[in-house]
């Protein structure tokens, strides 16, 4: 599905999320494309025709970044709706946040991102992320559920 199909959809498109642990610390890209250039959060894209969740965000991480990385439980799902002036529906993702531990690769930003790293709890909440990304790594390290 290119970019503009995504543009006032007639249903929710289900994407996934690769929320990849590595000790203590969540990896984050940078977003080098629209929307949201420059802010902080997980790899992914959209499941593909007859791919598992799980395997949709194993394939984006290593699309994306070039890690290895095995699934480990779905965290929980993030509806991202945005809405145009004139209040009709312009984008409308439901976005399965897949918790995997690293295996393999420092990563790289092979595409869709300006910058990959490794952060703890603390370093990411002085990054300029996206609203769910700490509430979703929290979860990812165990420190309880989001706020």
Do not use: N
């Not at 002085?126 to 979860?139: G, S």
Request: contains cysteine; charged residues 25%.
């Amino acid at each position: 599905m290119s970019r503009s199909e995504r543009l006032y959809p007639d249903r929710p498109i289900l994407g996934c999320l690769a929320v990849v642990r590595r000790g203590g610390r969540v990896l984050l890209a940078q977003r080098s494309v629209p929307p949201s250039v420059g802010k902080w959060g997980f790899p992914g894209g959209m499941q593909e025709l007859g791919e598992t969740i799980f395997h949709g965000a194993r394939r984006e991480l290593a699309e994306e970044t070039g890690i290895a990385a095995e699934p480990v439980s779905v965290l929980t799902v993030l509806d991202a709706i945005r809405r145009d002036d004139d209040g009709r529906v312009h984008v409308h993702y439901a976005l399965v946040c897949v918790l995997l531990e690293w295996r393999a690769g420092e990563g790289e930003p092979i595409e869709d991102a300006l910058a990959l790293g490794w952060f703890t709890l603390e370093e990411a909440q002085a990054l300029d992320t996206f609203p769910d990304a700490v509430p979703v790594m929290r979860l990812a390290l165990g420190h309880g559920a989001p706020s």
